[in-house]
């Protein structure tokens, strides 16, 4: 890793919007001698609205103990007077993610891939499947794989997320449902609050639930599309991050829906997957901020 890599900080901010703040954050960058690389900034209404930002700054022989200095003094000399949410993320840190699936392997081997390549900003701990038909797959990336077996009741339900959360352990800063089938307690979403990412096969909010190409085919859809977006309690309500379509026509059968579906399925959840892990996605609400390259 190159030393601009090993000291570069990425700062997300959520405030009340007011004069001042961008002034503020850059001039405290600039009295520890940083340099911002990047800012990206987004205000809902100038008079009374809420306020993001994203920035990229480069501090020269930051370390972990040094960043820790830094952000009890972002708290006193800028954070608390304009009642921020912020948080600073080290580039140097990669972030530890894990991938659940189930026996469709598309967006699971397009995350592999991209991984294996270097084009995602993680370390990838593990594979966890509710069937064992991808081991092989997964571990010719060298990834373990874990089959967790999960039975109908709840019960059985609860049992599997225990065994799942002891392989994970305590530190998962992300995890990804590359369709995993399986809908999750209201305890584990909780547990991992706003670090599960879900791909769904649809364009939401249209055809929320299970089978939405069977029932985009019989209602005659000329637009299919997939929805990549935080979990939340709520089946499929939670805040979206990236969506595509496709168009389709009466020449298309289910099968064609299902293929056309698959690719943008797979694609849409990377672009959600790497803009989490570049710190681009700020959660308001039901909603998201999304700072794009």
């Not at 972030?95 to 991984?115: N, T």
Request: charged share 25%.
């Amino acid at each position: 890793m190159t030393e601009s890599k090993e000291s570069t900080v990425r700062l997300l901010i959520t405030c009340p919007d007011q004069p001042g703040i961008v002034a503020a954050v850059s001039g405290f960058l600039h009295r520890k001698n940083a340099n911002i690389i990047h800012s990206d900034q987004h205000s809902t209404d100038p008079e009374g609205g809420r306020f993001f930002m994203r920035n990229e700054f480069f501090l020269a022989g930051l370390n972990g103990n040094g960043l820790d200095a830094l952000r009890q003094e972002f708290a006193a000399e800028v954070a608390d007077g304009f009642i921020m949410d912020w948080s600073f993320s080290p580039v140097w840190k990669r972030k530890k993610m894990v991938l659940f699936c189930s026996k469709v392997d598309h967006a699971l081997m397009e995350l592999l891939w991209r991984w294996k390549r270097g084009d995602l900003e993680a370390e990838i701990t593990m594979v966890i499947s509710n069937h064992p038909d991808r081991r092989d797959a997964v571990e010719h990336f060298g990834v373990p794989f874990h089959h967790v077996p999960v039975g109908p009741t709840l019960r059985e339900k609860v049992s599997a997320e225990d065994a799942m959360m002891e392989l994970m352990g305590e530190q998962v800063d992300l995890i990804v449902l590359a369709r995993y089938m399986q809908v999750l307690t209201s305890d584990f979403v909780a547990r991992y609050s706003r670090r599960i990412i879900n791909i769904h096969h649809s364009f939401l909010p249209a055809f929320v639930g299970a089978d939405p190409y069977r029932r985009a085919h019989e209602r005659g859809v000329k637009l299919i599309g997939a929805t990549a977006h935080y979990v939340t309690s709520e089946l499929d309500e939670g805040p979206i991050i990236e969506q595509d379509v496709i168009r389709v026509t009466h020449s298309h059968d289910l099968d064609d829906l299902k293929r056309l579906g698959a690719d943008i399925e797979r694609h849409v959840l990377a672009r959600a997957v790497t803009w989490h892990l570049e710190d681009r996605v700020i959660i308001d609400g039901n909603k998201t901020i999304v700072f794009r390259h």
